[in-house]
């Protein structure tokens, strides 16, 4: 059974680009939730998608956007980037929206 | 809403000691409860759940944590600290808004395993 994998693994991008990262959910799998973990701090709630739909929000701004595709796998969109964007985004996938959430090894993000 | 609160964002402790990692929930409903451990550069590793079954948890790596509610506590133990457990630990709480069920971490803390 393959696990919870995310790309790319590390990527530098300067402020105001933009940025997908991407999730494949273990599988069986229908829901994905993501996080960013900012240098020193715990892991934060983005969003979660669960069967295609946004199923609930953290305290984020809009640009930060995500998608989730027809076999569960899952991108996170971060338009016009800030210094404060730099950090590990992390890929959450569950059977169900009230499962427990196996993680990804993350996706490094520096913006210079 | 559901909350954690790891107490000491740095820990150290000799080769052989004993490991207490402290972490207090705060939740008005029954918790669904987690320890991680990450390494450096690396991701989310689970070590052990709480999930309203037994209250002595046992994990991986020599790890258990016991969820008290009384004390609102699920405090993460180790008989005898190795210096691979050098890492950061993080506690979590599962929470759920309008529906949402979203893990809630507290900001960590980092272990140091002196020899």
């Known amino acids: 059974e393959t696990g919870v994998t995310q790309s790319p693994t590390h990527l530098i991008k300067t402020r105001g680009q933009q940025v997908t990262l991407r999730c494949s959910s273990q599988?069986?799998?229908?829901?994905v939730s993501w996080y960013q973990q900012a240098l020193g701090q715990g892991p934060q709630f983005i969003f979660q998608?669960?069967?295609?739909?946004?199923?609930g929000r953290g305290n984020f701004p809009p640009r930060f956007s995500g998608l989730q595709f027809p076999n569960y796998s899952s991108e996170l969109n971060v338009n016009a980037l800030e210094l404060d964007d730099s950090a590990l985004y992390l890929c959450?996938?569950?059977?169900?929206?009230?499962?427990?959430?196996?993680f990804g090894p993350g996706t490094r993000l520096t913006v210079l | 809403a559901q909350s954690v609160t790891q107490l000491g964002s740095h820990v150290s402790v000799s080769e052989g000691a004993l490991v207490l990692l402290r972490c207090n929930y705060s939740?008005?409903?029954?918790?669904?409860l987690f320890w991680y451990v990450q390494y450096p550069n690396q991701g989310l590793q689970l070590l052990l759940k709480?999930?309203?079954?037994?209250?002595l948890v046992k994990g991986i790596n020599g790890f258990e944590a016991e969820f008290k509610k009384s004390e609102t506590s699920f405090h993460l133990t180790k008989p005898s600290a190795h210096l691979s457990d050098a890492a950061e630990y993080f506690c979590?709480?599962?929470?759920?808004?309008?529906?949402?069920?979203?893990?809630?971490f507290g900001t960590g803390t980092r272990l140091k395993v002196l020899a």
């Open positions: 959450a996938s569950s059977s169900g929206q009230d499962n427990e959430q196996f």
């Open positions: 599988s069986g799998h229908n829901t």
């Open positions: 998608y669960y069967r295609e739909e946004e199923n």
């Open positions: 939740s008005s409903v029954p918790p669904y």
């Open positions: 709480y999930t309203s079954a037994a209250t």
């Open positions: 979590a709480v599962r929470g759920d808004t309008s529906g949402t069920y979203k893990y809630i």
